[in-house]
């Protein structure tokens, strides 16, 4: 795996190296976690923005709404009903 130096600041670096004794883990492993759990926030907190603009707009949230009960006929297309 290949590396690069990122430079932080110190009072990251003590929190980066006190999460790394308490956890028994190495620093560029949380730091790892951290980025990915940062990534898929941003990518929800889009995902929320876009959900609301569609919501806001009476004519595509009705487009969306008929698409949802297209789809929901297919849902059990061929199986029998239990």
């Known amino acids: 795996m ?3 130096t990122v ?4 009072s990251t670096l003590k929190v980066l ?3 790394s004794n308490n956890i028994g883990e190495p620093m560029q492993a949380i730091l ?3 980025i990915e759990d940062f990534r898929r926030k941003l990518f929800l907190e889009e995902a929320n923005k876009a959900y609301l603009r569609l919501r806001n707009d009476t004519e595509k949230w009705n487009e969306e709404l008929k ?3 297209e789809w929901d006929t297919a849902l059990l297309d061929g199986l029998e009903e239990d």
């Not at 430079?7 to 110190?10: G, N, Y």
């Open 32 to 34: 790892d976690k951290a």
């Open 2 to 4: 290949s590396s690069t």
């Open 7 to 10: 430079r932080i600041s110190d």
């Open 17 to 19: 190296r006190e999460l």
């Open 67 to 69: 698409e949802r009960q």
